[in-house]
């Protein structure tokens, strides 16, 4: 496959993975209205803050800068997302807070968009010195 179809397909997964967390804020917007008003509630709200943040970058770079193979695109989703997710993993996954299925879907969106798009760089790379 050449770059230009590989930077697509990881901008592909980064938009899925976008989508996936927009969902994760609005469920944890909904759990944190559920709660008394007091820290626990505002923690919990800054959490979907915080996941509609990474989820909106994600998109808007996957869209604006991944699908052309862009080098900044490629570094702003890699720093973004690997954030969200190694925090995700470490401190919810690995410890069973959520179950693995569904749990790992986005974990499993991150590395594919980080393959791709790695890949797409790479050969991007190769491209341009070979001519």
Do not use: C
Request: overall charge positive; charged content about 10%.
């Amino acid at each position: 496959m050449n770059s230009n179809v590989l930077s697509k397909l990881g901008a592909t997964a980064y938009v899925f993975w976008g989508l996936l967390h927009l969902k994760a804020a609005q469920m944890v917007w909904q759990m944190g209205h559920s709660l008394d008003a007091g820290p626990l509630q505002g923690r919990i709200l800054q959490l979907s803050w915080d996941l509609l943040f990474f989820a909106t970058v994600a998109i808007a770079v996957a869209v604006g800068k991944n699908l052309n193979n862009s080098r900044l695109g490629y570094w702003v989703n890699l720093i973004v997302v690997s954030a969200a997710d190694i925090g995700f993993i470490v401190f919810v996954l690995v410890p069973g807070y959520v179950p693995i299925i569904p749990g790992v879907f986005g974990p499993l969106l991150w590395v594919i968009a980080v393959v791709f798009s790695t890949i797409a760089i790479k050969q991007a790379d190769g491209e341009t010195t070979t001519r």
